[in-house]
């Protein structure tokens, strides 16, 4: 029978939840479970996809194409499965799903509540997600943070399947405890205020985990455990690390996964102990590199480091993997005039051109781009990133100065990035971005070919305009080779410039597919010839 774990936070937000999730799933995926993780979002938006960077960061598409918040990206990465559209419920959802329902008339005329159609509804989604993989665990983030009314349905219904379930259903609570610099103390006053409120909305937690910058005693886990009504071993602490990928082996030390599967029932001397070897390997790699590489990541939201949240993971298992220390740098791409570019972009090993929307920052893009084409510097495009890149070539070296696209400029007479006609046509039905999981056959000879070994990927997109190919015999003759496309739709989908040492743009979002254990193939290329491999 599926076991469900939650786990609520409490004091503040951003104490790292999700890579609390995902390392616990990883411990236990390590001990021989079938594990997947799941994120309860209290927003009322119904996806991800309209929110601000600035305001949630990224927004990480699924391989089934729904646009989910940042932290499936952490449960990919970390546990080396795909997550998809169900391990990823909003109350949007969860309200239109209730709504639709009602307007069906399913109800039979009963009146509509938050208990207990609501609650029975997000029980549904979790549930289902149990029953659809055969999982032995299934482990549930609530966003936000106890004592938030956007997260009272979301506890209530944890309050009613561990009444439901029993010992199969636990409750994890995530607090903060603050350091009083000028007292020189560590003060639990609010995990207990926390664990008061979670209390006070039906929930015992049967873990508290202790997000601190500072080692806590036992003698204050003991207390911790005294006021808030758990077993002292079931009190523990996440300190700051020094990677979010040491984290699984630190909540190891802590003893979580033994925990978790004593109290839901398990016979401990029947289960193996989790094999982590791989893991270490990488963390090994990761930390003891001295030798560095220096990438510019040139973007319109750079001001946020979660806005490209798996570039920046995906540049760290490449770099981790090729013995190298990443040192990162950002520049905001409005930022970048024809005086300042060399002076933001010398001594780079790299550049990746980030993706976006709108033409905000645009210009700067191009300004990266020709610098790094001109000067041999690796540079890879992802998504806006590869249009800028066609953009750039047209013209620098086929001559079109007012090429553009029409995304930026409907008036412009070379319009090498546009809107395809079959996408025009569904412009009215708010459905002209391509989403998800698209195959993509590359062409040998190539330096795409090279990089997978393969002749046919599937690579995640999220974008509306797409190269012209009314220029592609153009681009190639002048060296731009298009060196990926999608069959179905005759769509170009990589880009590379021919006696350059790395100059490839791709219209999907390959950041997306990189795990710890499988770095991506065209970011480990990129590293490999940004440190002279």
């Avoid at 809107?419 to 330096?447: D, F, H, V, W």
Wanted: charged fraction near 25%.
């Amino acid at each position: 029978m599926t076991k469900y774990i939650f786990v609520t936070g409490g004091v503040a937000s951003s104490l790292g939840k999700g890579i609390l999730a995902a390392s616990l799933g990883k411990l236990l995926q390590a001990r021989g479970f079938s594990v997947t993780n799941q994120k309860l979002d209290p927003y009322v938006n119904v996806d991800s996809g309209t929110l601000n960077p600035y305001e949630h960061g990224e927004c990480y598409v699924t391989v089934d194409g729904h646009e989910a918040d940042l932290d499936l990206g952490h449960y990919e990465r970390f546990m080396n499965v795909e997550m998809h559209k169900v391990n990823n419920i909003t109350t949007g959802r969860i309200y239109r799903n209730v709504i639709e329902r009602e307007r069906r008339g399913d109800f039979l005329g009963k009146t509509v509540q938050v208990i207990p159609h609501i609650t029975d509804e997000i029980k549904r989604n979790v549930k289902a997600l149990g029953m659809q993989g055969n999982y032995d665990f299934v482990i549930t983030e609530i966003g936000g943070t106890v004592g938030d009314i956007e997260s009272l349905p979301y506890i209530e219904s944890v309050r009613q399947m561990k009444w439901e379930l029993g010992r199969d259903c636990l409750c994890i609570h995530l607090t903060y405890v603050p350091f009083l610099s000028a007292a020189k103390e560590l003060k639990t006053k609010p995990t207990q205020h926390s664990v008061k409120a979670l209390q006070q909305e039906g929930v015992q937690p049967d873990i508290i985990i202790l997000r601190t910058e500072h080692e806590i005693s036992q003698e204050m886990k003991r207390k911790v455990a005294l006021f808030c009504n758990v077993e002292a071993d079931s009190v523990m602490q996440s300190v700051d690390a020094s990677s979010i990928y040491r984290v699984p082996l630190n909540m190891q030390a802590e003893r979580l996964d033994e925990i978790v599967l004593r109290k839901t029932g398990f016979d401990l001397a029947k289960v193996p102990s989790a094999d982590m070897h791989d893991w270490n390997g990488f963390l090994e790699k990761l930390e003891s590199a001295t030798e560095e590489v220096k990438i510019t990541l040139v973007g319109k939201y750079v001001q946020l480091q979660d806005a490209y949240k798996s570039i920046r993971e995906s540049l760290t298992h490449a770099a981790a993997y090729n013995h190298r220390k990443l040192i990162l740098n950002t520049v905001l791409s409005d930022t970048l005039t024809d005086s300042n570019v060399v002076e933001s972009l010398k001594e780079q090993d790299g550049i990746i051109i980030a993706p976006g929307f709108g033409n905000r920052g645009v210009e700067g893009k191009l300004r990266a781009i020709r610098y790094a084409r001109e000067n041999n510097i690796p540079c890879l495009g992802i998504c806006m990133g590869m249009q800028a890149m066609a953009i750039e070539f047209a013209r620098n070296v086929l001559g079109y100065k007012d090429a553009n696209s029409t995304e930026f400029n409907e008036m412009t007479t070379h319009n090498i990035v546009d809107m395809m006609e079959e996408q025009k046509t569904l412009l009215n039905k708010g459905g002209t971005m391509r989403i998800g999981a698209y195959p993509c056959q590359l062409k040998p000879q190539s330096l795409a070919f090279e990089v997978y070994r393969k002749p046919l990927i599937y690579e995640r997109h999220r974008h509306r305009y797409e190269f012209n190919n009314k220029y592609r015999d153009e681009f190639e003759k002048a060296g731009m080779l298009c060196s990926g496309i999608n069959h179905d739709s005759d769509l170009v989908e990589i880009i590379e410039l021919k006696n350059h040492p790395f100059f490839v743009g791709v219209q999907f979002h390959p950041e997306y597919s990189s795990t710890v254990l499988n770095p991506h193939p065209l970011f480990m290329k990129f590293i490999q010839v940004a440190v002279g491999k």
